[in-house]
């Protein structure tokens, strides 16, 4: 069974650095994000592309880390595989992770392998005591190799998966307290799973820990035969701008991350999504990233 460490102090993530507002860096835009780059606090990488990466994609990390704060966002670690996780994965992906010298890194509470396949596709875990103790045993497996702070990030899900007993927040909480990790709070899978399930989403933030909310992540999606689906396609929504209002107002937020993977508009639209959630967090006094922070992680 998974045991909360009590004895955790909660400056391991209180004393992060604050990063700002930046942006899921994606390759169409590259050239706008340099003409554009003191509009752009940081970046978050997907992981996966830069390992074993070609000569091309290496020369592009070493650009983006000559300039900017990098985050790496890891999509295939599966912490929630009953089978464990690869250690070999887990070196690659070390090597990467002290490459760029970021300040944390992420990964999804998901699993995205299952008897040894990879089902492509970030799938859902039962809110169970036995998946909670599944990615605590994972989790201090990675932690071994990659030392750096850890934050998680929730997901969407199409229906609660059968045999969980605690609902998600309290998961979440529970999961963070036994695994020291901090949250990568995806405000607009917050939206979508209590718009699709029908639960108030301030309830949600009420039972997670305050020293624990990390990061954010906000866009928008699509509706679709009565459905809420999380696109990454759409500008943020007004309820989602609403929520993070919320957010920003009860957490010490070190950074929030604009993802937009599909219909890309002109950059501009990105900065202007930029500027509003900066916007926001100067009215709470969340960040404040300095040209020491920059010097630090680049």
């Not at 998974?2 to 909660?10: E, L, Y």
């Not at 108030?200 to 809420?228: C, M, S």
């Not at 759409?234 to 993070?244: G, I, K, Y």
Request: hydrophobic share 40%.
């Amino acid at each position: 069974m998974a045991v909360v460490d009590k004895h955790q102090p909660p400056s391991r993530f209180s004393s992060l650095p604050v990063l700002g507002v930046g942006l899921g860096y994606r390759a169409p835009f590259r050239s706008d994000l340099f003409l554009h780059q003191e509009k752009v606090d940081f970046l978050e990488i997907t992981a996966e592309h830069y390992l074993k990466a070609t000569a091309e994609k290496r020369h592009e990390l070493a650009l983006l880390k000559e300039h900017f704060t990098l985050i790496p966002h890891a999509l295939n670690l599966s912490l929630g595989s009953a089978e464990g996780v690869d250690q070999q994965y887990i070196d690659t992906l070390a090597a990467l992770i002290e490459e760029v010298n970021p300040p944390w890194w992420s990964e999804h509470i998901c699993f995205t392998r299952a008897g040894g396949v990879d089902i492509g596709h970030l799938s859902p875990l039962p809110f169970s005591q036995q998946a909670l103790d599944i990615l605590c045993r994972n989790i201090e497996k990675v932690q071994k190799t990659i030392k750096r702070p850890l934050i998680l990030e929730n997901i969407t899900y199409a229906m609660p998966i059968p045999g969980g007993e605690l609902d998600e927040a309290h998961f979440l909480r529970q999961l963070l307290q036994a695994s020291d990790c901090g949250l990568l709070l995806d405000v607009t899978n917050l939206h979508t799973n209590a718009t699709n399930h029908e639960y108030n989403p301030i309830d949600f933030l009420e039972a997670l820990p305050k020293d624990r909310v990390v990061q954010l992540h906000f866009v928008g999606g699509i509706w679709q035969h009565g459905v809420l689906l999380d696109t990454h396609s759409q500008p943020t929504p007004p309820e989602v701008w609403d929520l993070m209002d919320e957010v920003l107002r009860r957490f010490p937020i070190k950074g929030a991350i604009l993802e937009r993977d599909e219909d890309i508009p002109a950059f501009s639209e990105l900065t202007e999504e930029l500027a509003r959630a900066r916007a926001i967090g100067d009215t709470y006094g969340r960040w404040r990233p300095t040209p020491e922070t920059r010097e630090a992680f680049i």
